[in-house]
């Protein structure tokens, strides 16, 4: 079965600049997470959705971040503007449900802010 | 609220030999317990997983794990290490219930399997 995909895979911006990351997750998974991991860090949940409601964003700088998950399939996350301390890799994962089902998670987008 | 402690931010070894990479839990609910790898520029991959029954968890590439719930410990084990096992590895847990079955990461420890 295909695997979470991310794109792009590195971007480079200068701060103040805006950025978008897109996540396709595996078919038929209605939980879908991402996750910022600064480096030397593990990864922290940014914000989780059911389907495309969100049911936890309570880590995520909503003063600058936004993520969407229209349709309940594909997912965006958003930065705007950016900031030096953004820097890290953003994951995506996903799975079937919550509890005990295994999250899988995608290649992730280096994000590298100047 | 839960947290995740890996001792040992970077662990050296010669191939061949024997590795263990320790994780000890805080959580106060029962937890689902995790081992991910991630591989240079690589997303994240599930290594193993405990949800219940018996303590001591396989899982692939010959890693093993024992949930120890009195220790809260959750330790990773391989009895031969070889040079394709370098790598970072993340502990988790997941609340079994009270929340939304987010993942908790440890730090990270990397695994350098010197020739």
């Known amino acids: 079965e295909a695997g979470v995909a991310q794109s792009p895979r590195y971007k480079i911006i200068e701060k103040r600049q805006s950025v978008a990351f897109w996540c396709n997750p595996i078919s038929g998974h209605a939980t879908l997470y991402w996750y910022q991991q600064i480096l030397g860090q593990g990864p922290k949940l940014l914000i989780q959705?059911?389907?495309?409601?969100?049911?936890?964003d309570s880590q995520l700088p909503k003063d600058r971040f936004s993520a969407e998950r229209l349709k309940g399939v594909d997912s965006t996350l958003k930065i705007q503007p950016a900031k030096l301390e953004d820097s890290a890799v953003y994951l995506c994962?996903?799975?079937?449900?919550?509890?005990?089902?295994?999250?899988?998670f995608g290649q992730g987008t280096r994000l590298t802010v100047v | 609220a839960q947290s995740v402690t890996q001792l040992d931010s970077q662990v050296p070894v010669f191939e061949e030999a024997p590795v263990e990479l320790r994780c000890n839990y805080s959580?106060?609910?029962?937890?689902?317990l995790f081992w991910y790898v991630q591989y240079p520029n690589q997303g994240l991959q599930l290594l193993l997983k405990?949800?219940?029954?018996?303590?001591l968890v396989k899982g692939i590439n010959g890693f093993e794990a024992e949930f120890n719930k009195s220790q809260t410990s959750f330790h990773l084990r391989k009895p031969s290490v070889h040079i394709s096992d370098t790598a970072e590895y993340f502990c988790a847990v997941r609340p079994h219930r009270g929340s939304q079955g987010n993942l908790i990461f440890g730090k990270g420890t990397k695994l350098s399997v010197k020739p």
């Open positions: 959580s106060s609910v029962s937890v689902y």
């Open positions: 959705f059911q389907n495309n409601g969100v049911v936890d």
């Open positions: 405990y949800l219940s029954g018996s303590t």
């Open positions: 994962a996903s799975s079937l449900g919550v509890g005990n089902t295994e999250a899988f």
